[in-house]
């Protein structure tokens, strides 16, 4: 029970409801009643009609106000012989949670799961996880309103202020993120799924510093990043965390290692590091099943010119294209989606050979199920057995060269 202080209770019918409040009465007042208690102060109540609100101004010994006090606080912990037991839990009486809905154990479990046990936003995993109500109806405890966020994500949705970098972060978002990462999850823990890891190593063949692990879909798309610092740990402790990274995420998925440590690259607009990641033909190459039957190499050469094109297809889709010409006569040009790369035309063997050469190792690549070669006209080209390039490849070169 909250300890007894002085009281003065306003009484008095209607007219006590034109009275402003801070027209306080005396405690000697003839409609006041004055209660006094052990080691107390003065407590003065100005009410509203019918006793409904009470704002309670505690006062000091000497008679003034000390307003900085919680004055909500005050007067619920004030006893009056005229507040009843069922108005005084009122008073102190928390605002109702019975519309609130909370996830079951099992809707708790199945979230997780669906998440791989991270954060929706972030992708982290081993830190305190949410079930965030991303339309912010905390009764609408359903799947598809709730986001598994991480407290850091979770707090800088509820305050943005706190956390600059996440003032994007809006139900909208965490909405988007939540449907991308969950499909992302599916697909990882199917038998062949539709994903590759990259791992990056970057450094110098003496001394790795960092590793950067990238989770990216066969088109490209990355959707997630993980770096590892030489600052967290030695070699090993890098590798076996990049190794229970991919395990947890999806055990299937292909890992890609770049043969060799690479310097770090930034971004000039943003400065932060580039991350690499796999082009469309290995992706696929790696993750679709039917690579070996359904994939096919298409050339044509130009027979009037030093040029050829080059195409990788699969499944009606062109995932490649590269062309390769003779650049006056004296490199052989070849540029393709990925890169440019100009190689000087050598006196032995002939520059046919050379080309040929080049074509060779981008068939060799990818090794794809069918070979088609062709020529003459462009919109309707002849089928050929082999790579026979025309005789004018060898002109142009002996033009130049003389």
Request: glycine share 6%.
């Amino acid at each position: 029970m909250p300890p007894e202080i002085a009281v003065t209770l306003l009484a008095g019918g209607e007219d006590f409801t034109q009275r402003p409040t801070n027209a306080m009465p005396s405690p000697n007042s003839p409609n006041s009643e004055f209660v006094r208690s052990r080691g107390c102060t003065r407590l003065s109540f100005a009410a509203e009609a019918e006793g409904t609100t009470l704002t309670a101004h505690k006062m000091g010994r000497d008679g003034r106000g000390r307003a900085r006090r919680n004055r909500a606080k005050q007067a619920s912990d004030c006893v009056c012989a005229s507040i009843s037991d069922t108005d005084y839990r009122e008073m102190n009486a928390k605002p109702s949670q019975s519309s609130r809905v909370d996830p079951t154990p099992a809707q708790r479990k199945r979230l997780y799961a669906a998440n791989a046990m991270r954060c929706c936003v972030c992708k982290r995993g081993h830190v305190g996880l949410h079930l965030h109500h991303i339309d912010g109806d905390n009764s609408n405890t359903i799947d598809s309103n709730l986001a598994v966020l991480c407290t850091e994500d979770h707090d800088a949705h509820h305050r943005p202020r706190s956390y600059p970098r996440h003032l994007d972060l809006p139900a909208e978002k965490i909405l988007e993120k939540k449907i991308s990462w969950e499909a992302f999850v599916v697909e990882a823990k199917k038998p062949k799924p539709d994903i590759v890891a990259t791992v990056t190593a970057y450094g110098t063949s003496e001394l790795v510093h960092s590793m950067q692990l990238v989770f990216q879909r066969r088109n490209g798309a990355i959707e997630f990043v993980c770096s590892y610092h030489l600052l967290d740990g030695n070699l090993d402790r890098m590798t076996t965390n990049l190794t229970q990274e991919v395990s947890e995420i999806g055990p299937n998925i292909p890992v890609v290692l770049i043969d060799s440590p690479m310097p770090v690259e930034h971004c000039p607009c943003c400065g932060t590091g580039y991350s690499r990641t796999l082009d469309k033909v290995h992706a696929a190459k790696l993750t679709d099943a039917n690579w070996s039957t359904h994939s096919i190499t298409a050339i044509y050469v130009n027979p009037d010119q030093p040029s050829l094109a080059i195409s990788i297809g699969y499944c009606d889709e062109t995932l490649y294209s590269g062309t390769l010409h003779l650049c006056a006569g004296t490199h052989l040009h070849y540029r393709c989606d990925y890169y440019d790369e100009r190689v000087a035309v050598a006196a032995k063997p002939s520059v046919r050979a050379q080309a040929t050469r080049i074509v060779g190792k981008v068939v060799r690549e990818f090794e794809t199920a069918h070979l088609r070669i062709g020529t003459g006209p462009n919109n309707n080209p002849v089928i050929i057995e082999d790579l026979n390039l025309p005789s004018c490849w060898e002109k142009l070169a002996g033009r130049r060269r003389r």
